[in-house]
């Protein structure tokens, strides 16, 4: 029986050994077992991990290098009254930096403004238009938040012309000397010549390397308000109450939620959930997002930040922005109701381009009737048959919103299985995002190519780039080439990480109290998946209104039977029976339905055993 169009690989960590459940005998056995397999053995690990402190687990933010000078001379700036401008980034993280240090730097008094680039027009990170116009509004000091840490020619631009720069950022500094310049004319090797907050930059001390810009953005606002000559509690008040978009920030860039981002996203849930925040509070209460539960952070993820991004992706990121900063409860509503629509937009203009290049990569690539009723037109130029790495170019005949062509990579990859790269026509030449699986570092690949683009940037799992038209299919085959040599008789599964294959009657309500200890859950830090073998299906119900759920009862000897809940996985397990006997992998979770408390599977994967 085919449940899949890719069997996923299934990967069950080493068992735990009885030494290990003896050290510790005041922790549960399964508890235990997520622990050691997060790599936390030592006990000093593991009481930071289940007891973090907010004050005595985060680091001192004077540990950066530049830290000290650059407080002093942004208090320098706002002594003097000086024009100070946060230049930002259109993205949840870079709107919630923004906001971050906007709030701070405006409560003491700064004459502080935020600029954040237009995603089409500008594109990402510090561009001589944009300091211009800046120029032209007395603009003394730039402070770059989630960008700037590759614009050396634009920071030695703007010092030119009077202007004093400081970088806050997380990405990846460039190479000392790269392969080839990324912009013609011009020497771009190496950092910009300025004060820069970057915990990646070479000799940089500060000990936690994975902070996200908006992270990066709270570590100098911390500092700047220990200077400030307030009281004790009011420094620790205006910390506090910019915390809830440190959370928003940090969980929607996808950075790892250990170590300090864990302490910070503990904190940040805690004032995002008791916010004052009135936009926020608005955009909760126009999405649904909570229905009056604790928000979480896959709220984060899933429901606040695409809000938030949506602005960027489908009009302009100062929407969000002034969503975050404003003190009017009319003004929230509104600019509320707005995301939430854009949102809409946003999901339906994704799906449509994810539809049309899912048609190139079938069998007969021709489009249906019914692909065309979910707006699929002439298929784009796909490299797929027999590549290792999907490309898809946009039709001659139209153009791909650059907004959601990251989004369409991700689905592309997710399904797929293979890196993928979404290009669309820009105003000069071409503008691509892509998104990449655990074996293939797609900057990386970047690097070997960058003779032929204009820009680029981004993560190893995540990237953004220009290039001219002339260079488009050179960049393609070569791209090709990188990802088929990395990939050579390699058969690339989708993998499941799995935390240890259970008995059903172990699930009870105290082992999912015990897992829910190690939220929040996001990058390097799943919700614990468990395996459970050969159980037999005792009903099969269909929900939702076009019967999109499948709700699984699978009996146990202890419980009787327990639900297993698959949204939206109804199609893909239809060949189900009452009476199969299935392997499962799943999540614990508490179903609160009508006062009642039940222990549910959530699924993940399933394999028939009748095959």
Same mark, same amino acid.
């Given at each position: 029986?085919?449940?899949?169009?890719?069997?996923?690989?299934?990967?069950?960590?080493?068992?735990?050994?009885? @030494?290990?459940?003896?050290?510790?005998?005041?922790?549960?056995?399964?508890?235990?077992?997520? +622990?050691?397999?997060?790599?936390?053995?030592?006990?000093?690990?593991?009481?930071?991990?289940?007891?973090?402190?907010?004050?005595?687990?985060?680091? &001192?933010?004077?540990?950066?290098?530049?830290?000290?000078?650059?407080?002093?001379?942004?208090?320098?700036?706002?002594?003097?009254?000086?024009?100070?401008?946060?230049?930002?980034?259109?993205?949840?993280?870079?709107?919630?930096?923004?906001?971050?240090?906007?709030?701070? /730097?405006?409560?003491?008094?700064?004459?502080?403004?935020?600029?954040?680039?237009?995603?089409?027009?500008?594109?990402?990170?510090?561009?001589?238009?944009?300091?211009?116009?800046?120029?032209?509004?007395?603009?003394?000091?730039?402070?770059?938040?989630?960008?700037?840490?590759?614009?050396?020619? #634009? $920071?030695?631009?703007?010092?030119?012309?009077?202007?004093?720069?400081? =970088?806050?950022?997380?990405?990846?500094?460039?190479?000392?000397?790269?392969?080839?310049?990324?912009?013609?004319?011009?020497?771009?090797?190496?950092?910009?010549?300025?004060?820069?907050?970057?915990?990646?930059?070479?000799?940089?001390?500060?000990?936690?390397?994975?902070?996200?810009?908006?992270?990066?953005?709270?570590?100098?606002?911390?500092?700047?308000?220990?200077?400030?000559?307030?009281?004790?509690?009011?420094?620790?008040?205006?910390?506090?109450?910019?915390?809830?978009?440190?959370?928003?920030?940090?969980?929607?860039?996808? $950075?790892? +939620? /250990?170590?300090?981002?864990?302490?910070?996203?503990?904190?940040?849930?805690?004032?995002?959930?008791?916010?004052?925040?009135?936009?926020? !509070?608005?955009?909760?209460?126009?999405?649904?997002?909570?229905?009056?539960?604790?928000?979480?952070?896959?709220?984060?993820?899933?429901?606040?930040?695409?809000?938030?991004?949506?602005?960027?992706?489908?009009?302009?990121?100062?929407?969000?922005?002034?969503? +975050?900063?404003?003190?009017?409860?009319?003004?929230?509503?509104?600019?509320?109701?707005?995301?939430?629509?854009?949102?809409?937009?946003?999901?339906?203009?994704?799906?449509?381009?994810?539809?049309?290049?899912?048609?190139?990569?079938?069998?007969?690539?021709?489009?249906?009737?019914?692909?065309?009723?979910?707006?699929?037109?002439?298929?784009?130029?796909?490299?797929?048959?027999?590549?290792?790495?999907?490309?898809?170019?946009?039709?001659?005949?139209?153009?791909?919103?650059?907004?959601?062509?990251?989004?369409?990579?991700?689905?592309?990859?997710?399904?797929?299985?293979?890196?993928?790269?979404?290009?669309?026509?820009? @105003?000069?030449?071409?503008?691509?995002?892509?998104?990449?699986?655990?074996?293939?570092?797609?900057?990386?690949?970047?690097?070997?190519?960058?003779?032929? /683009?204009?820009?680029?940037?981004?993560?190893?799992?995540?990237?953004?780039?220009?290039?001219? @038209?002339?260079?488009?299919?050179?960049?393609?085959?070569?791209?090709?080439?990188?990802?088929?040599?990395?990939?050579?008789?390699?058969?690339?599964?989708?993998?499941?990480?799995?935390? #240890?294959?259970?008995?059903?009657?172990?699930?009870?309500?105290?082992?999912?109290?015990?897992?829910?200890?190690?939220?929040?859950?996001?990058?390097?830090?799943?919700?614990?998946?468990?395996?459970?073998? #050969?159980?037999?299906?005792?009903?099969?119900?269909?929900?939702?209104?076009?019967?999109?759920?499948?709700? /699984?009862? =699978?009996?146990?000897?202890?419980?009787?039977?327990?639900?297993?809940?698959?949204?939206? !996985?109804?199609?893909?397990?239809?060949?189900?029976?009452?009476?199969?006997?299935?392997?499962?992998?799943?999540?614990?979770?508490?179903? #609160?339905?009508?006062?009642?408390?039940?222990?549910?599977?959530?699924?993940? &994967?399933?394999?028939?055993?009748?095959?």
């Amino acid at each position: 029986m085919e449940m899949s169009s890719i069997e996923k690989n299934w990967q069950i960590m080493p068992k735990i050994t009885n @030494e290990f459940i003896e050290k510790y005998p005041d922790l549960n056995k399964h508890v235990l077992q997520v +622990l050691f397999n997060r790599g936390l053995t030592e006990s000093c690990d593991i009481d930071l991990f289940l007891n973090s402190d907010y004050e005595k687990d985060t680091h &001192d933010p004077f540990l950066f290098n530049d830290m000290e000078e650059i407080v002093e001379l942004i208090i320098k700036h706002v002594k003097e009254q000086n024009k100070i401008v946060i230049y930002g980034d259109y993205d949840a993280d870079g709107v919630t930096s923004s906001a971050v240090l906007h709030d701070t /730097l405006t409560t003491l008094k700064a004459r502080a403004d935020v600029y954040i680039p237009d995603r089409v027009s500008e594109g990402y990170g510090l561009n001589k238009g944009a300091i211009d116009e800046l120029i032209k509004d007395d603009i003394k000091l730039i402070v770059t938040v989630d960008g700037g840490i590759r614009s050396k020619e #634009e $920071v030695e631009y703007a010092k030119e012309k009077g202007v004093e720069v400081v =970088i806050t950022d997380h990405h990846v500094p460039p190479s000392e000397i790269p392969p080839a310049p990324l912009n013609k004319g011009g020497d771009i090797s190496g950092l910009p010549d300025c004060l820069i907050i970057n915990a990646l930059v070479e000799n940089e001390k500060y000990p936690f390397k994975y902070l996200s810009g908006v992270g990066i953005a709270f570590k100098l606002a911390k500092a700047i308000i220990s200077k400030a000559k307030l009281s004790d509690k009011q420094k620790q008040r205006l910390e506090d109450r910019i915390l809830d978009l440190v959370a928003i920030g940090t969980v929607a860039d996808c $950075v790892s +939620l /250990l170590g300090e981002n864990r302490v910070l996203v503990k904190k940040g849930l805690e004032i995002l959930n008791n916010t004052n925040r009135i936009g926020l !509070q608005e955009l909760i209460k126009v999405g649904q997002i909570n229905n009056g539960k604790k928000l979480e952070a896959w709220n984060i993820g899933f429901q606040i930040a695409p809000r938030l991004n949506a602005a960027g992706r489908m009009e302009h990121a100062n929407t969000a922005l002034e969503l +975050l900063i404003t003190k009017d409860k009319k003004e929230a509503e509104t600019i509320a109701r707005r995301l939430n629509s854009r949102n809409q937009e946003r999901q339906q203009t994704t799906e449509k381009i994810v539809n049309q290049i899912e048609l190139s990569l079938a069998p007969d690539p021709s489009p249906t009737p019914s692909s065309r009723e979910r707006g699929a037109k002439l298929p784009p130029t796909t490299f797929n048959k027999g590549a290792k790495i999907i490309i898809a170019v946009t039709p001659k005949d139209e153009v791909w919103n650059e907004g959601v062509v990251g989004l369409v990579a991700g689905r592309i990859s997710d399904k797929y299985y293979l890196p993928t790269l979404v290009i669309t026509r820009g @105003e000069e030449g071409y503008k691509g995002s892509g998104r990449s699986i655990e074996e293939f570092n797609i900057m990386e690949a970047l690097e070997e190519c960058s003779s032929l /683009l204009e820009k680029y940037g981004g993560h190893p799992m995540a990237c953004g780039f220009s290039l001219k @038209e002339e260079n488009l299919e050179e960049f393609k085959n070569k791209m090709i080439k990188i990802a088929n040599n990395k990939f050579k008789d390699v058969n690339l599964r989708p993998k499941i990480e799995i935390e #240890e294959e259970i008995n059903l009657d172990e699930v009870s309500e105290e082992l999912i109290g015990d897992i829910e200890q190690f939220a929040p859950f996001g990058q390097d830090n799943d919700r614990p998946k468990f395996v459970s073998r #050969e159980t037999e299906i005792v009903d099969i119900i269909t929900m939702g209104i076009s019967g999109q759920h499948i709700k /699984l009862r =699978i009996k146990s000897e202890k419980l009787g039977v327990i639900s297993a809940i698959g949204f939206g !996985q109804a199609e893909k397990w239809k060949e189900l029976r009452i009476g199969d006997k299935i392997d499962i992998v799943y999540y614990l979770e508490m179903n #609160e339905f009508n006062g009642r408390s039940d222990a549910q599977m959530n699924i993940v &994967d399933i394999k028939s055993r009748n095959a």
